[in-house]
């Protein structure tokens, strides 16, 4: 009776090492788990200009609740880093993006002085970015410019304002179309608005009509436009967010899609970085803000 038991444990040991061995090469017949990859994005979340960052927030996260609700593959995390609306915190964000291997893309800062800032950091990591407000040139071929490059503004300015030059930094030498911080240019607007021919996105932010008052009315100013956002994007935004979407959460919306297009099939840096020359940035529309409304369209430069 001792030696049968003794037989039986060696054969019951045989067959669990056989076991083992069959299920990590076959995971004992279940499929593989779809990858989890990651889209990154700097934005500001706190300080003057937090609205417009929040808005960002909610267009990406409700692009990509509803691709995973949809059994899209692969499943698509957001990660969100705060960058105060500054400059110098939005390039130090690109290093802590870039150590996370599983981000695969990010979303560039939707203000034009910290975008610059950040984008030029995540060139250097050669992480794919859509930057969302203007840039002003190609900065690395890893990063496109979704949000438009100074040029495109100021050729869909051209037929409203003349002989003006970008300014991101104060002091002005002279009229000048204004991309920087929404303080800067309230002040502007209020103390010296002969400067201040026209603006960036930056015209469109509630916290730069809420420092302005008055001051903002007739301000024309220009950004990237999506031509079509799916149908009831808007009442889904509204659910999620408690307000309408402003012209960034439209961009920022737009530029989560593209993004999830590219993961779709390419599921490493390398190969959205292939295939980034496929997503095509919106046009420029030129606005006026009337009365308490930021987007009275003007015109539109394709």
């Known amino acids: 009776m001792v030696g049968f038991t003794r037989r039986s444990s060696g054969v019951i040991l045989v067959f669990s090492v056989l076991l083992s ?11 593989s788990t779809p990858p989890i990859l990651k889209i990154g994005l700097i934005a500001p979340f706190e300080g003057p200009s937090r609205s417009s960052g929040y808005s960002v927030l909610h267009a990406a996260r409700l692009r990509i609740h509803e691709w995973n609700e949809a059994g899209n593959e692969p499943q698509v995390e957001l990660v969100a880093l705060n ?9 130090k964000l690109a290093a802590q993006l870039a150590a996370d291997p599983d981000i695969i893309i990010v979303l560039a800062p939707p203000q034009s002085h910290t975008s610059v800032a950040a984008s030029r950091a995540l060139g250097t990591y050669e992480l794919p970015t859509l930057s969302l407000s203007p840039l002003p040139e190609p900065i690395a071929s890893s990063v496109l410019p979704y949000g438009g490059l100074d040029t495109d503004l100021q050729r869909a300015l051209s037929p409203f304002v ?24 309230a002040h502007l607007m209020q103390s010296s608005p002969h400067l201040v021919s026209a603006a960036g996105p930056v015209g469109a932010e509630i916290s730069f009509s809420a420092w302005a008052g008055s001051a903002a009315e007739g301000l024309i100013w220009a950004g990237a436009t999506p031509a ?5 994007f808007v009442q889904s935004y509204q659910a999620a967010a408690g307000e309408s979407p402003g012209p960034i959460a439209n961009l920022a919306y737009a ?27 919106p046009s420029i529309q030129v606005y006026r803000r009337q009365q308490s409304t930021c987007c009275e369209p003007l015109s539109n430069y394709e």
Do not use: H, M, Y
């Open 83 to 91: 960058d105060n609306g500054d400059a110098e915190l939005s390039a």
């Open 255 to 281: 530029a989560t899609d593209e993004a999830l297009r590219l993961l779709q099939t390419n599921f490493s840096r390398s190969s959205v970085l292939s295939a980034l020359d496929t997503v095509k940035a």
């Open 162 to 185: 003349r002989n003006t030059t970008i300014a991101r930094d104060l002091p002005l030498s002279g009229p000048s179309i204004w991309l920087g911080d929404p303080l800067s240019l």
């Open 228 to 232: 079509a956002l799916p149908l009831g």
């Open 21 to 31: 061995l069959i299920c990590t090469l076959s995971a004992c017949g279940s499929t």
